[in-house]
């Protein structure tokens, strides 16, 4: 299965991103500490711009321990964006993602290290059940991943989250991939190697409530089939090719009833099929216009983050003045000029 018996691990970085979370962080950080307190590791918790006390929080941990490397945004980003920011930030040869609200147990990282050390380059975790979710979000999150499975060309599975292990060769691959739009989980499926799950019980939320607005869940959505899936494009062009159809052969239909002299002049139907025609064509639109947009975003090369301070910053990037290079050996030279460049924005 590998081409090598076994791999020993030199460091592991876990990556976790925090937005107001002033309930829990500090539980975290010390249940994540001792779940891989066996292993060379640094945490890495990235502050998306959060407004409550965690920042404070999180500075006064970094100064207790310097495993811990607090990474504050200049503002919100978003999930993906803070978990982005994390894993180019992370210098480990296998690092782990996971959410900070302790609904993915820290306690497993060390069984998925094992399957890495057995071969495997991205582990993911499958939630057996999840606990403490709403029926809404249960039944969201299930249509979802059916309709995700039919669109798009990546197995991406069902119970899968973004609690994630992988290799830096994988990781490297990710992080060459600059999209905006940014569906990490499907992306780590993308990008190949010996993919292996691992199950576990997913737990409730340890305090405070879920960041996933129903609107960020609609764009989250979006923003995977999007960047996964051509279907919805296509999509316009079928129901187009069906409705002309339709016209071609209601055509001899209707002058021939005109002929059998049953002809009813029907202002209704002429009505509605105005109608949905034309509801067609703006729904049609609108899709084009949701990768349209998504086209401009990636034209515009924003960086995906923007950094604002940074504790317990390893010597060499703190240091010297160009220091991404260092840190980064694999990843792709355009992304870390972009990557870089907010880093050194202090
Ligand atoms: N999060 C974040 N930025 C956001 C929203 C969420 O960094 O804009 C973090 C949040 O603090 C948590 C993780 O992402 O650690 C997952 O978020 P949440 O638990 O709210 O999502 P859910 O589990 O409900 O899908
Ligand atoms: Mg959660």
Same mark, same amino acid.
């Given at each position: 299965?590998?081409?090598?018996?076994?791999?020993?691990?030199?460091?592991?970085?876990?990556?976790?991103?925090?937005?107001?979370?002033?309930?829990?962080?500090?539980?975290?950080?010390?249940?994540?500490?001792?779940?891989?307190?066996?292993?060379?590791?640094?945490?890495?918790?990235?502050?998306?711009?959060?407004?409550?006390?965690?920042?404070?929080? =999180?500075?006064?941990?970094? +100064? $207790?321990?310097?495993?811990? *490397?607090?990474?504050?945004?200049?503002?919100? %980003?978003?999930?993906? !964006?803070?978990?982005?920011?994390?894993?180019?930030?992370?210098?480990?040869?296998?690092?782990?993602?996971?959410?900070?609200?302790?609904?993915?147990?820290?306690?497993?990282?060390?069984?998925?290290?094992?399957?890495?050390?057995?071969?495997?380059?991205?582990?993911?975790?499958?939630?057996?059940?999840?606990?403490?979710?709403?029926?809404?979000?249960?039944?969201?999150?299930?249509?979802?991943?059916?309709?995700?499975?039919?669109?798009?060309?990546?197995?991406?599975?069902?119970?899968?989250?973004?609690?994630?292990?992988?290799?830096?060769?994988?990781?490297?691959? =990710?992080?060459?991939?600059? +999209? $905006?739009?940014?569906?990490? *989980?499907?992306?780590?499926?993308?990008?190949? %190697?010996?993919?292996? !799950?691992?199950?576990?019980?997913?737990?409730?939320?340890?305090?405070?409530?879920?960041?996933?607005?129903?609107?960020?869940?609609?764009?989250?959505?979006?923003?995977?089939?999007?960047?996964?899936?051509?279907?919805?494009?296509?999509?316009?062009?079928?129901?187009?090719?069906?409705?002309?159809?339709?016209?071609?052969?209601?055509?001899?239909?209707?002058?021939?009833?005109?002929?059998?002299?049953?002809?009813?002049?029907?202002?209704?139907?002429?009505?509605?099929?105005?109608?949905?025609?034309?509801?067609?064509?703006?729904?049609?639109?609108?899709?084009?216009?949701?990768?349209?947009?998504?086209?401009?975003?990636?034209?515009?090369?924003?960086?995906?983050?923007?950094?604002?301070?940074?504790?317990? !910053?390893?010597?060499?990037?703190?240091?010297?003045?160009?220091?991404?290079?260092?840190?980064?050996?694999?990843?792709?030279?355009?992304?870390?000029?972009?990557?870089?460049?907010?880093?050194?924005?202090?």
């Amino acid at each position: 299965m590998t081409d090598q018996p076994q791999r020993h691990l030199q460091l592991l970085s876990v990556v976790a991103p925090v937005y107001n979370e002033q309930e829990l962080v500090e539980l975290f950080v010390t249940r994540a500490c001792a779940a891989v307190a066996d292993f060379a590791f640094e945490l890495i918790v990235v502050n998306d711009g959060s407004s409550d006390a965690t920042p404070q929080l =999180l500075d006064r941990i970094a +100064e $207790r321990d310097p495993r811990v *490397r607090v990474i504050h945004l200049s503002r919100n %980003f978003g999930h993906q !964006a803070a978990l982005t920011a994390g894993l180019e930030h992370a210098r480990g040869d296998v690092v782990a993602m996971i959410d900070a609200d302790l609904q993915d147990p820290p306690e497993l990282i060390p069984k998925m290290v094992e399957r890495w050390e057995e071969g495997s380059d991205v582990v993911y975790a499958v939630r057996k059940q999840r606990e403490g979710e709403t029926a809404f979000k249960l039944a969201t999150a299930s249509w979802f991943y059916k309709l995700f499975d039919k669109l798009a060309q990546v197995n991406l599975e069902p119970n899968s989250g973004d609690f994630r292990l992988l290799d830096r060769r994988a990781l490297d691959a =990710l992080l060459a991939m600059t +999209e $905006r739009s940014r569906f990490l *989980r499907g992306m780590t499926v993308w990008v190949g %190697f010996n993919q292996t !799950a691992v199950s576990y019980e997913r737990d409730a939320r340890h305090a405070g409530e879920t960041k996933y607005t129903l609107r960020k869940m609609l764009r989250f959505s979006l923003d995977a089939i999007t960047s996964f899936s051509h279907l919805p494009l296509q999509l316009a062009t079928y129901v187009g090719l069906l409705s002309a159809g339709i016209a071609f052969i209601a055509i001899p239909v209707v002058i021939g009833l005109r002929f059998a002299d049953s002809y009813l002049p029907g202002f209704g139907s002429v009505t509605i099929a105005i109608l949905l025609i034309g509801g067609v064509q703006l729904i049609a639109l609108g899709v084009i216009g949701e990768y349209v947009g998504r086209i401009y975003d990636e034209v515009k090369h924003r960086p995906l983050y923007i950094v604002r301070e940074e504790r317990n !910053a390893p010597q060499a990037h703190a240091g010297s003045e160009d220091s991404s290079e260092a840190l980064l050996p694999g990843a792709a030279p355009a992304l870390l000029t972009r990557a870089g460049l907010p880093a050194r924005m202090r």
